[in-house]
């Protein structure tokens, strides 16, 4: 069956990195873009970032941006979070999520912001604390 | 940007419907037709309800359903049932390859 596993979180100071791992099966894992989103602890969903089904393109929400690396190995069906300069609050159940888009009739991918996250992970935890 | 603005809490009886704001600006919610929304149980990893404002993904039971109009997003529960009852977050593109969750609304089943 589709499904996403997250991996990596943990304890870590502030100012240190981590690397959180999704692994994907069920699915073309390189057809699709995947996202990051994170949500903190009881509050809401926070769109952490987006790239690619090749991995050409990566964008990234302000709040992360320039500290966090989004990247995929389609080869291995993985998805990668690199996160440096952590801080407090970078605190978060960290998930990684499908992008519901998919081809036109020209082979174009359409989606990353339009049609959703379809598939979504059970989610790593990442506290930042000294 | 801020995020989306939903209201903290929705409730209703099993069998009555209840709808949940989300208000955006023409920025977002009024400027793409990009609006999805996500069911999530304690606990759990959200689910995927509604998405380009209106869609329901395969296996979403059609008492799920989701409208736009202006500014504001919303989404109508019809036949509520016990197992509605979780947070709702809306989102949409806001340009500029950026995405905007709303804060989230509790939808209690009495």
């Known amino acids: 069956q589709v499904q996403l596993v997250e991996s990596g979180g943990g304890v870590v100071q502030p100012g240190r990195s981590l690397r959180l791992s999704c692994a994907a099966s069920?699915?073309?894992?390189?057809?699709?873009?995947m996202h990051w989103v994170r949500q903190a602890p009881g509050k809401g969903l926070d769109w952490v970032a987006v790239i690619s089904y090749d991995g050409s393109n990566k964008y990234y929400a302000d709040s992360v941006k320039g500290r966090f690396t989004i990247s995929r190995d389609n080869s291995k069906n993985t998805l990668y979070l690199q996160m440096n300069s952590l801080r407090a609050e970078d605190t978060a159940v960290y998930y990684c999520a499908k992008d519901n888009g998919y081809y036109d009739s020209g082979g174009n991918y359409r989606g990353y912001y339009y049609f959703g996250m379809d598939v979504w992970g059970q989610g790593t935890t990442v506290t930042v604390s000294s | 940007q801020s995020a989306l603005t939903q209201p903290p809490s929705a409730s209703g009886s099993p069998g009555q419907s209840v709808t949940i704001s989300c208000t955006g600006t023409?920025?977002?919610?009024?400027?793409?037709?990009?609006v999805s929304w996500y069911q999530q149980h304690p606990g759990k990893a959200p689910k995927l309800m509604i998405y380009d404002v209106n869609k329901r993904p395969s296996g979403v039971p059609d008492r799920f359903s989701g409208s736009k109009s202006g500014n504001t997003a919303s989404l109508t529960v019809s036949g509520l049932q016990a197992e509605d009852e979780a947070d709702y977050y809306c989102?949409?593109?806001?340009?500029?390859?950026?995405?905007?969750f709303g804060g989230g609304t509790k939808l209690t089943v009495l």
């Open positions: 069920g699915f073309t894992f390189s057809s699709y873009g």
């Open positions: 989102s949409s593109y806001a340009g500029n390859n950026n995405l905007l």
């Open positions: 023409s920025s977002d919610v009024g400027g793409y037709n990009s």
